[in-house]
């Protein structure tokens, strides 16, 4: 396969450069032993280099050769590789300011899963400004996620697990439209999936999904929502509780269906290989899913054996009618089709689950706009597979419903889209963003590069790429947004753990140029590791101002300041409740019983936006964050005497430092 190469000026440095060198060999030995019977490549083909400055051992002067479009012009505006790099990059004239003034408001929300810190960020755009953070699947003190008795209780059902890892975040839908009424996230560790209501901003639901042991890909169906799938990736025995432990032949991975107003799993299909990265059609009858690893395999060896893999497509109406038919078995309590390739379900005319051979170790799946066809990135092929989604239904020959594979460049990962028919896919190891037209690529011989349109240069290594609305049937087409996995020299060394960099791309432009028109515009350093993202114009979106104490009644009581108050309900339960306001708790002090079960019980009652009130009892691990109009309970046993002051976390009013209430412990 043709690829870029790299040449390096400037001499390796550093004591241990001899083994970095034989690590780096030695991964690029690796890769090229797997790529070696992809299809695309041939005897002519160079060997893979990682040389690139995203994987290079060491700064260094380069330059890049035989791209199929662009050379060294497409580095213009770049920061010099040889210095701290440049936040914001030098663009042409008719690219849009991305800054937004102070006051002034972004055009779209973007919401970015925060990886290992398992949280959603909130990100404003153009401006790439960090709004604020949504805790998901972590413990999170600046808002009391996780220590009020409705959180933790949340938390704790969904497996008490202490960490989480969120990937792919998901919008939901209503006629293919983002609604603005809920995201759903993935735990990739754990094997979870959370919903947030975005009324709120805040995580109301996570359900630790059966059979399964990390979920990867997660989607709506579109267009309506009415079911969140959920990619089960390592195969595992079903059930797995110590039986079939050492023969891998039995272990399968699941797809699953769950109902996105219960977050109850209502069924889940078993099918060979190792799902991956999902999407679903516009029309709600398919749900295609990445896979990898057909050939059953536990060592990477044995992963990558095979020069072919098989995309799952679902039928979700034929999947649904086996299981109100009974043709399942449950497992954990919950139903399991059986879709592998030989089960009886398959065995007709119209099988449940369609296996389309593809490259081997495909990585993704992304339905463009209209819906008309599914891209299947490469990963270790050079090229986009072109799935027609119409022809799921009718073509006999599963290979068939391929019906374009352009070849794009060297580890195509994730693919975007504009409002204009074109294509955005990252290159993870040629560290680009190519963009390519669709039909131009359909209408191709494969493994051709005539559909190819431009290509630019990130920093470094992509994964996954997003433009505005593109995994709706509204896609916007100016603004895209590249999460790359390094960062090397771009920013202030911050130690050996460097930032990510995502970074700011205007696609608005088409252009007979080296790059199809896209400008680089900005850098913006993100803690690791983001993985996905997915964005709504402001219009989308309509979180309240403060909380409606409608929606939580006959749940909890809202507390006044008339009616605060304790109650002893026996000789070892309390129940405390308190209004809080600016400098005020409804309590100025409260009185247990060493060894007291307390139910402290509190209502911020203010009714300004923007004014949020804590309270904070660090001895007994009390942390509430209280919005205006919210109400928090917490429960703890109070089992040391002594006197323990209760003080607002947030910096409220002018007397904010003498805001107190007193909590007496009396020995008992």
């Known amino acids: 396969m043709s690829h870029d190469s790299v040449s390096a000026g400037a001499d390796r440095e550093g004591s241990d450069s001899s083994g970095q060198e034989s690590t780096l060999a030695d991964h690029e030995a690796q890769l090229n032993a797997v790529l070696a019977d992809v299809e695309g490549s041939s005897a002519d083909d160079e060997p893979i280099s990682l040389e690139l400055p995203g994987l290079g051992m060491n700064r260094r002067d380069f330059m890049k050769a035989g791209a199929a479009v662009g050379t060294v012009s497409a580095l213009a505006g770049c920061a010099s590789l040889t210095g701290g790099g440049t936040n914001t990059q030098t663009t042409s004239g008719d690219v849009p300011d991305h800054t937004v003034a102070p006051g002034e408001h972004d055009e779209y929300y973007g919401f970015w899963s925060g990886g290992h810190a398992g949280d959603i960020r909130i990100f404003g755009l153009p401006s790439m400004r960090e709004l604020t953070r949504i805790p998901v699947f972590n413990r999170e003190p600046a808002k009391g996620y996780g220590f009020d008795d409705e959180t933790n209780a949340m938390l704790e059902d969904a497996g008490g697990y202490t960490w989480g890892d969120s990937h792919h975040p998901s919008l939901s839908e209503t006629d293919g439209k983002y609604d603005g009424n809920y995201l759903f996230v993935n735990d990739k560790a754990n094997g979870r999936v959370a919903r947030v209501n975005l009324k709120y901003f805040e995580t109301d639901a996570i359900t630790n999904v059966p059979n399964v042991q990390a979920v990867h890909g997660c989607c709506i169906q579109s267009p309506n929502t009415d079911y969140l799938f959920a990619n089960s990736e390592f195969r595992t025995p079903l059930p797995n509780d110590g039986r079939d432990v050492t023969n891998p032949e039995k272990y399968v991975s699941v797809f699953t269906a769950i109902d996105p107003e219960s977050m109850a799993v209502r069924w889940q299909v078993q099918v060979d290989g190792n799902l991956d990265i999902l999407d679903t059609d516009k029309d709600g009858r398919w749900a295609i899913s990445s896979a990898y690893n057909d050939e059953e395999g536990v060592e990477i060896e044995e992963m990558t054996r095979d020069d072919r893999d098989y995309v799952k497509a679902f039928d979700v109406p034929a999947i649904q009618t086996a299981v109100d038919n009974g043709e399942y078995e449950e497992v954990n309590g919950v139903p399991v089709v059986d879709g592998r390739r030989d089960s009886l379900l398959n065995s007709g005319e119209n ?91 359909v209408d191709s011989p494969d493994n051709s590069e005539d559909a190819i349109l431009g290509k630019i240069d990130v920093h470094y290594n992509p994964g996954h790429i997003q433009a505005i609305q593109a995994m709706s049937t509204e896609p916007i087409g100016d603004w895209l947004v590249v999460l790359n996995k390094l960062s090397k020299d771009r920013f202030l060394p911050v130690g050996p753990i460097y930032p990510d960099n995502d970074q700011l791309i205007y696609i608005g432009n088409d252009k007979d140029d080296e790059t199809g028109g896209m400008e680089l515009v900005a850098d913006h350093p993100v803690y690791p590791e983001p993985h996905d993202a997915i964005f709504a114009t402001k219009d989308k979106i309509a979180p309240a101002k403060t909380w409606d104490k409608a929606d939580y009644e006959g749940e909890k009581e809202y507390v006044s300041e008339t009616n605060s108050r304790v109650n002893r309900i026996d000789d070892t339960t309390v129940e405390a409740y308190a209004s809080v306001k600016r400098s005020e708790y409804g309590l100025r002090d409260f009185t247990v019983k060493e060894g007291d079960q307390v139910t402290l019980t509190v209502t911020n009652i203010e009714g300004s936006q923007d004014i949020v009130h804590g309270v904070a009892i660090p001895e007994y691990d009390v942390n509430l964050a209280l919005a205006p109009q919210d109400t928090r309970e917490v429960t703890f046993r109070a089992d040391k005497p002594g006197v323990y002051w209760i003080y607002c976390t947030y910096f409220c009013s002018a007397l904010h430092l003498e805001m107190r209430s007193r909590m007496l412990v009396e020995p008992r």
């Not at 989604?389 to 374009?404: F, H, Y």
């Open 351 to 441: 099988p449940i689950v369609r296996y389309i051979p593809t490259p081997k170790s495909p990585h993704c799946v992304e339905v463009e706009p209209n819906g008309k066809y599914a891209m299947v990135a490469g990963k270790l092929s050079p090229t986009v597979s072109i799935i027609d989604i119409e022809k799921l239904a009718s073509e006999p020959d599963p290979a068939k419903t391929i019906v374009g594979q352009p070849k794009v460049g060297l580890g195509p990962l994730h693919t975007t889209f504009d409002d204009r028919g074109q294509a955005y896919t990252s290159l993870f190891i040629d560290s680009q963003v190519v963009k390519w037209d669709i039909e131009t690529a």
